[in-house]
């Protein structure tokens, strides 16, 4: 779920900083995944950037977590996964990236400018701006892999596309229950951007 209902502001930051530390993990495993499949050593590299990055978010987003007296939970190693099919990373990258990340840059480009706390502001308008150049890496990706995969599995990525769709769809009620000291949406203005971004983002 993107955010649970009834969250304080310190908690709010305390799940953004794990949802950072899991894009985290997410990209070191697109990045080798990619490679074995033959993607060019520039998208490998790109994606470890992109690690990179989202480690760095996550660490200015812990800190104002816990400058708002949330406790956050310790980090743990993920075990190493079996190579995965061209196909499932088409739908993982759907769902993922081009969903979720898109609309999560878009989120934050909106607390950037809106949310009452200065460091909020300043921390999320770095946010936004490299999470909009992370959600283009995702179209990418997702690009390089519709091209390599089966009809089956385009069709496949496709529904897993509008399975995410449908889920941020029902999700986006509780940003009305959410503080508005982080800035985000109300309910109807986080319609209004989901609407936006369906019509020119995800028509396709």
Request: positive net charge; aromatic residues 4%; charged residues 30%.
């Amino acid at each position: 779920m993107l955010f649970p209902a009834l969250m304080r502001t310190s908690e709010l930051f305390g799940q953004a900083t794990a949802h950072a530390l899991a894009r985290v993990t997410e990209c070191r495993f697109l990045a080798r995944a990619l490679a074995e499949h033959g993607a060019s050593r520039g998208l490998v590299r790109r994606l470890r950037r992109a690690a990179r990055v989202k480690a760095r978010h996550a660490r200015a987003l812990g800190e104002l977590a816990r400058r708002m007296g949330a406790e956050l939970a310790p980090t743990s190693r993920s075990r190493g996964k079996p190579r995965p099919s061209l196909g499932d990373l088409a739908a993982r990258v759907a769902r993922e990236g081009v969903v979720r990340e898109t609309f999560g840059a878009l989120l934050a480009a909106w607390q950037a400018e809106h949310a009452e706390d200065r460091d909020v502001r300043d921390v999320m308008r770095v946010v936004a701006a490299e999470d909009a150049e992370l959600a283009g890496l995702s179209w990418e990706v997702a690009r390089w892999l519709d091209a390599r995969v089966s009809p089956e599995d385009r069709a496949r990525a496709r529904d897993a596309r509008d399975r995410a769709l449908a889920e941020l769809a029902r999700e986006i009620d509780h940003l009305r229950e959410l503080p508005r000291a982080a800035g985000l949406p109300s309910g109807d203005d986080a319609r209004a951007l989901f609407g936006c971004a369906t019509r020119h983002l995800f028509a396709a």
